[in-house]
């Protein structure tokens, strides 16, 4: 009777030290449990700020549509490897109303171009115009983006164009050299995205001619201000003002560059972007448009046209 009693006593005993230990072993895989909860806590919070912080350091979107407000470049380009076909179309003015439907039947002028983007910042790109048989190579470096964070406030781009002009080697006179043909552009683009329906940019520039007609100026100084705002979805409205300003006056200032006001509706999807657009310039390129627009717009010197961009990505 004594060794059951005891048997007894020592199998309580084993079943509390069992006991005892699990218990333990318990309270250790909760405060484990508690311990990695808590790491998967703050390392998810961790997570989410870095991600929020990478996410607020990225470029705005879409400030514009696409590279082409209306006559004018903007901050965007395409993508790394990205291409692009541009199709520009300019009517003749209203000046003979009914008589050539506002210009659609007058003479126009048209230039076809590709573009390509070399990396994410840097753009190159080449067209072909009508009127003057130009032949251009142009080029667009993003020198930095707006961010959405606000800590760079606006987005800039350097953009430059060289011209050849490939008409008739008579054009150029008696002591013609093949520099005479080529043209240049410099513009510096600086735009802000104020919110989802307003960007608004300036973009001051440069032209030189190699050789101009003795009643024209080799060199010119360019002003533009344009924006867009955002109507629904992916219909806006663009507007541009472009200025002349010659670095010598003219002799006969009927021969002075004219001002160029204009306004676009763009409809874009994201591989297309078409533009209705009224203005003053019908030169396209812009050394021309800013060297040599005589349509006035005191006189009412509008035309219609549209631009077009395909996105080949």
Known sequence: MANIIFSSRETISHWNLFESKKNNMNK????????????????????SQETAEENES??????????????????????????????HHRFGTFENGLSD??????????????NYGLTNK????LGTEKNNKLQDIHWKWNIMHQTRSGSIPFGVSYYGD???????????????QFTNRFSYFHQLIIARKFNPRITLQVAPGYVHFNTVESDREHDII?????GRFKIINNISILAEYDHSIPLKSFEDT??????????????????????????????????????????DLSNGDWSLGF???VRLN
Not at 28 to 47: C, Q
Not at 78 to 86: G, N
Not at 222 to 226: E, H, I, P, R
């Open 28 to 47: 250790t895989f909760y405060i484990k449990t508690v311990i990695v909860a808590l790491s998967l806590v703050i390392s998810s919070n961790v997570l």
């Open 58 to 87: 990225k470029p705005v979107r879409d400030p514009f549509n696409t590279n082409q407000l209306i006559d004018l470049q903007t901050v965007v380009q395409p993508s790394k490897k990205a291409i692009e076909l541009i199709i």
């Open 101 to 114: 439907l506002f210009g659609i039947y007058a003479p126009s002028n048209i230039r076809l171009g590709v």
């Open 122 to 125: 840097l753009m190159v790109g």
């Open 162 to 176: 060289i011209a050849l002009d490939a008409r008739n080697g008579d054009f150029f006179g008696e002591n013609y």
């Open 222 to 226: 360019a002003l533009s201000a344009g």
């Open 254 to 295: 009927s021969l002075e560059p004219k001002s160029n006001l204009a306004f676009a509706l763009e409809i874009g999807t994201s591989t297309h972007a078409f533009q209705i657009t009224l203005a003053q310039y019908n030169n396209i390129i812009n050394q021309r448009n800013f060297g040599y627009n005589l349509n």
């Open 307 to 309: 631009n077009i961009t």
